[in-house]
C-alpha cells in the first residue's frame, strides 16, 4: 500500500473518521432537539399571547357589550339560507342577507372594541366567529378589518375541519384553546379562541385571534445555519485532536510493538537469538499497551526457553520414533511372514496377518513344524498395549515354540510356559493362548485353550461354526494351573481359523462391536477361497464396518487349510493352486503347471499341448460355470510314476457341465460349413493321453493326462 493508503486504514485515520462520524451523528441528533425545543418554546410563547388576548377580549368585552344577540342572529340567519344561497357567499346579493347587522350600534361597538385590541397586541388578526356543526364551517360575526380585501363581513363563512369544530365546541376550559394548520393563504397560522356564552351557557361565539408562525419557522432555520456551522468547525477540530491522540498514545505503540514482531520473526529465520526485541521499547503509556510490551517482552523470553526445550523433546521424540520403528520391525521379523510358508508341502496351506493398534502390539500368531508329520499352530493375546506387551509377547511366543519343540502335549506345553512366567512376573502381565498340534499325516488336531477366543473350524463339506471349547486359565495369572486337551478332525479340504479379540471387538462410531456373527459370515463368503483370500475378506469386512473410528485393539487372524496326502503310491508330489476363475488368471495357471513340467523336464511340444488345454479348460470355467459371476477354481498338478505322466485336474463349483458329452465336430467340413463351438475340446481330446469328466460332490471334476 502506498502512504496514502496507510493513513487511511492506519489506527489514527480510523480514530478521526469514528471521530468525524460520531460527532455529526450527535450534532444531528442535538440539532433535532434544539430545533424541536426552539419551536415548541416560541411556538408556544405566541399561542400564549393570542390566547391570552382571546380571553381577556371576551372578559372586558362582555362587560360592555352584550354578545349574544348578535351572534345568535348571524348563525340563525346563515343556517336559514338555503345551501345554494350560502354557496354565493361574498357576493353583493349574498351580504345584503346581513347588511342591516353592521348598522347596529352593539356591532359597531364590538367592531371598534375589536379594533383597538387588535392595534395594541400582536396578533395578526382578532375577531368573533362561530363553528356550525352542521354545515362544518366557521361563520364571521364581527371582523375590525379594515382592508376590504380581507375584511371579513357578517355570515361570511369558510370551510373548518371536524376535529377544529369539536375541539372547539367541547373545550372543557382546561389548557388553552387553539388549532394549527398550514393554508394556502397565510402559511402556518395558529388560531386561538376563547367561547362567548348566552344567559342558559351556551356557547354562541368564540372571540378568535390569528397569529402567523411564520417567524418561529425563519428563526428555526436561522438557528439551523448556525448550529450546523458551529458543529462543522467544532466536529472537525475534535477529530483532529482525538486522532493526534490516538496516534501518540496508542497508534504509535503498537506500530512500535508491530515493528518488534516483525524483527524478531526476521531474527529468528536468521537464526539470531537475541531476546530483548519488545523490553527495549520502553513504552511508558501506563494503560494496557504498556501492559502488551511488558507481556511479549515476557513471551519473547519463555519462547526462546520453550524453543530450547522443544529441540530437546524432538530430538528425544526422533530417537524413541526411530526405536519404536525398529521395534515395529523386530516384531514383524518374530512372526512367521513369508508366504506361502512350506511351498514344498502340498498337504497344507496356512496364512496369517497382525495389524497392531499401536506402533508394536501384544498380539502374536505362530505356526511351526515340530516334525515333518506335525504342525504347531498358536494364536495369543497379551494384556496391556505398546513396548511392555511386545515384550511380554515375544517372551511368550520363544516359550511355547522351545517347550513345543520338545515334544510336550499342547496341555503340557501351556502348563511349562505357565510355570515359566509366573516364576518372575512382578508386572502381573498375563496373555491367552490357543495351542494346536495338527497331525498332518490323518488329520487330528489336538488343542488346548487358555482363556483365548474360541477357534471356528469349516469341514469340507460345511460352512465355518465356532468350536466352543472348554477355556482354562490365562497364561501368566497363577502357578499349578492344569490345562485340559481335547480333539477336532480336520477331514481333506478343512480350513482352522484362528483369532484374537481384536476381530470380534473391532468397534463402529457408534460404539457397536463387530461381533461373531459378522465375522462368521464374512468367513462363509470365502470359505472356498485360499486362507489369504479368506483372511482378506474378513479384514476388508472389518474395515467396512469400523469406517473411521480408531483402532482400539490389534487385529490377528491365522488360517489353515488341510488338504491332506494322497494314498496312491503311483502318484508323486500333487500340488494344487486354487484362485478366481477369470480370463486373467489364465497366466497364472499356465505359470503353475509349466514350473512342474520344466522340473520334470517335460518336452517342449508336449507342454505346448498341455498349455494349450489349460487355456480350453480353464476359459471355459471362467466363462460359463459362474456366468455372469465369478466363483473360484482349483487346478491339481500330480506326477505319475510308472509310466510317467502328468494328471492337471480342474476342479469347480459352478452349474453341473459336462464338456465331453458334446459331439465331437465333423472336421471333414469347411469352417464355413461346421458348427460353431466344441473345437477347443476336440483338440483336448486329440492331444491328451486321457481326458474324462464326473460331477461329484457339487463339483465339476475335468481330469487330462499327458505321458511324458
Known sequence: MNKLELQHYSLAGRTFRMTIISSIILGLAALLIGLGLYGYALGGQ???????????????????????????????????????????????????????ITGLDDYKTLSVALKSFLDTSEVTDLYLAMYDRDTQALVYIVDPEEDSQYACQPGSWEKAKESTIEKFLNWDGEGRLYDIENNDKYGFLATCGYPVRNSDGEIVAFVMSDILLGDVITGMKYFFWQFTIGMVILVNLVGIIMANHMKKKIALPINRIASAAEDYVRDRRKGVRETDHFSKLDIRTGDEIENLALIMGDMERDLTVYEDDLMKVTAEKERVGAELSLA???????????????????????????????????????????????????????????IPAALFMMISKILVQNYAMTGKSPKEVLEAVNEQICSNNREEMFVTVWFGILDLTNGKLTAANAGHEYPVLKKPEGDFELVKDK??????????????????????????????????????AGNELFGTDRMLKALNNAENGTPKDILGEVD????????????????????????GKKEDSNVNNAKELTLEATVENIEKVTDFVNA???ALDCPIKAQTQIDVAIDELFGNIAQYAYNPETGPATVRVEVENDPLAVVVTFIDNGKPYDPLAADDPDTTLSAAERKIGGLGVFLVKKTMDDVNYEYKDGKNILKIKKNI
Open 471 to 508: 477355556h482354562g486359565f490365562v497364561i501368566g495369572g497363577m502357578e499349578g494351573v492344569k490345562y485340559k486337551e481335547y480333539e477336532l478332525q480336520l477331514d481333506p479340504g478343512a480350513k482352522l481359523f484362528l483369532y484374537t479379540d481384536g476381530v470380534a471387538e473391532a468397534t463402529n
Open 46 to 100: 405566541y399561542i400564549r399571547e393570542a390566547f391570552g388576548l382571546s380571553r381577556t377580549t371576551a372578559s372586558l368585552m362582555e362587560q360592555v357589550v352584550d354578545f349574544a344577540p348578535i351572534s345568535e342572529e348571524v348563525v340563525q340567519r346563515y343556517r336559514d339560507l338555503s345551501e345554494i344561497q350560502r354557496g354565493r357567499a361574498g357576493t353583493d346579493e349574498y351580504k345584503a342577507f346581513f347588511a342591516d
Open 540 to 563: 476388508k469386512s472389518v474395515e467396512i464396518f469400523v469406517g473411521d473410528a480408531p483402532q482400539f485393539d490389534d487385529l490377528t487372524m491365522l488360517c489353515v487349510h488341510y488338504i
Open 596 to 598: 512342474e513340467l520344466e
Open 328 to 386: 515395529t520391525r523386530i516384531q514383524a521379523d518374530m512372526l512367521p511372514n513369508i508366504f506361502p510358508a512350506f511351498p514344498e508341502r502340498p498337504d497344507f496351506d496356512v496364512y496369517a496377518s497382525m495389524t497392531p493398534a499401536k506402533e508394536v502390539g501384544g498380539d502374536f500368531y505362530d505356526f511351526f513344524l515340530i516334525d515333518e508329520d506335525h504342525l504347531g499352530l498358536v494364536m495369543a493375546d497379551v494384556s496391556g498395549k505398546g
